[in-house]
């Protein structure tokens, strides 16, 4: 236990956030192993909580000093923290391992008596490294309790997977990850206030990962738990005035956060926002980061078709071979106005589509295709003169063309002239073409000006 003592002295003395985040991390260094069962086996339940007080008092008095609730608060951390190991050691001991629910309730409590330090008891601004590595553990712990509730043999190492396919993990029992989630905006609302002392910021920093990589919802999106991302979010929005600014982050944090709050608003719709977010997301990503610029692409493409309406060239996608493959069958269609092609690539990519959850937004893109293909119609119809004697192309079109359009792109399928009419209705009602339809004379009559508005036509 003096090991541990020790390193609390020195962190306490340097003001070292990360050095005081490493008395709670539930694994041995690579250089001495047995760390914890030496720290564990140092006490005993009976007389564990006097012997850390005294410890921590003991090696800290002579060069620093705690008020009374602080330093209480430390010692119940690290009862909390023994606990925790105890429970941890047995796990790692027994062949069955199916004690992982009692760890994340042990380390549980260890993540709530240091919420309970900075909330009461004045824990500094320097120490906030130590939340983060609460957080990570506590999500690991209760990954491997969830997996043991269910009965899987899966491993889930200590390491952190950064956000790769976070967002579309299965889930099913998820009772330990799902709370873990909650206490995340809580986490959040902690940092905060802590991190507008500009005197610290920079060490806190580089202590493990910053608020934005912990907090930014991967619990939530692997729950499929959409409305508490939200309230992590909203908790992030509240202490923004606290925080410093975003640049201040590291840029794999930034990246990680923009990530996941670009998916948050492709699921709830709002691809304007969606679109900035991903936008920064891939801009900042590392250029060697290949699978995260993919899983990045695969919400930015969707956004793109329903916003601004563009489509990646078939270059631009080689480097990505699954994401070729997903979009380029899809861009092809919309551009020639296939609509039977159209349905047939969704219908091919249906499954990876579903699971990626872009499914029902690659969908509205069969409107593309459509306004693509009504579009050749009227370009085919060429010029007429003016009043004024100019050439003008001609706006006033037979139904009876598009009808027939819509059957070549749905490859000779019969489809009758008022659901063509309908289809027409609906273009101009979303704006993808201006004019209106005159139902006596069997006539369409398009603007003048901008008949399909962002074609130039």
């Not at 070729?324 to 551009?335: E, K, V, W």
């Not at 937004?361 to 060429?382: M, P, S």
Request: proline share 4%; charged share 25%.
């Amino acid at each position: 236990m003096d090991i541990l003592f020790k390193t609390f002295r020195d962190a306490q003395i340097r003001g070292s956030g990360p050095l005081l985040a490493t008395t709670i991390v539930p694994i041995a260094p690579a250089d001495n192993p047995t760390q914890l069962q030496a720290f564990y086996r140092g006490t005993n339940s009976f007389s564990v909580a006097g012997d850390i007080r005294s410890g921590i008092l003991a090696h800290s008095n002579t060069d620093v000093r705690f008020l009374k609730a602080e330093g209480n608060a430390w010692s119940d951390l690290y009862v909390a923290y023994w606990k925790a190991i105890g429970e941890l050691l047995e796990v790692e001991n027994s062949t069955s391992k199916a004690g992982w629910v009692k760890v994340y309730e042990a380390w549980k409590e260890v993540a709530n008596v240091l919420i309970r330090g900075y909330s009461s008891a004045g824990f500094q601004a320097w120490t906030v490294p130590c939340l983060y590595v609460a957080g990570q553990y506590l999500r690991i712990f209760a990954i491997k309790a969830d997996e043991n509730a269910r009965g899987s043999d899966q491993d889930v190492g200590f390491g952190t997977a950064g956000f790769q396919d976070d967002v579309v993990r299965e889930f099913s029992k998820n009772e330990r990850l799902e709370d873990a989630a909650r206490g995340a905006d809580r986490r959040v609302s902690e940092m905060g206030p802590l991190l507008h002392d500009e005197s610290v910021v920079q060490d806190v920093l580089q202590g493990g990962r910053s608020a934005f990589s912990t907090c930014a919802t991967a619990e939530p999106m692997k729950l499929n738990k959409i409305g508490l991302s939200k309230n992590i979010i909203l908790a992030l929005q509240a202490a923004q005035t606290d925080m410093p600014p975003m640049d201040a982050f590291p840029k794999s944090h930034i990246v990680t956060f923009k990530y996941y709050a670009g998916v948050i608003s492709f699921l709830d719709d709002n691809y304007i926002r969606a679109e900035e977010y991903l936008t920064d997301a891939l801009s900042l990503c590392h250029k060697d980061a290949h699978r995260n610029k993919e899983l990045i692409l695969t919400y930015l493409i969707p956004c793109h078709l329903l916003t601004t309406h563009t489509l990646p060239s078939a270059s631009s996608l080689r480097a990505y071979p699954h994401l070729h493959q997903l979009f380029t069958p899809l861009s092809n269609c919309i551009r020639r106005g296939d609509l039977s092609g159209f349905d047939a690539a969704l219908a091919a990519g249906e499954d990876e589509m579903v699971k990626r959850r872009i499914y029902l937004t690659l969908e509205r893109g069969r409107d593309i295709a459509l306004r693509n293909l009504l579009r050749k119609v009227f370009l085919a119809g060429g010029f007429e003169d003016s009043k004024d004697g100019e050439r003008i192309r001609r706006t006033r079109i037979p139904l009876e063309e598009f009808v027939a359009a819509v059957r070549l792109g749905s490859h000779g399928n019969r489809v009758e002239s008022d659901e063509v009419e309908c289809l027409l209705a609906n273009m101009i009602y979303k704006n993808l073409m201006k004019g209106y339809i005159s139902r006596e004379k069997s006539m369409v009559v398009l603007s003048k000006s901008g008949a399909f508005p962002g074609t130039n036509v």
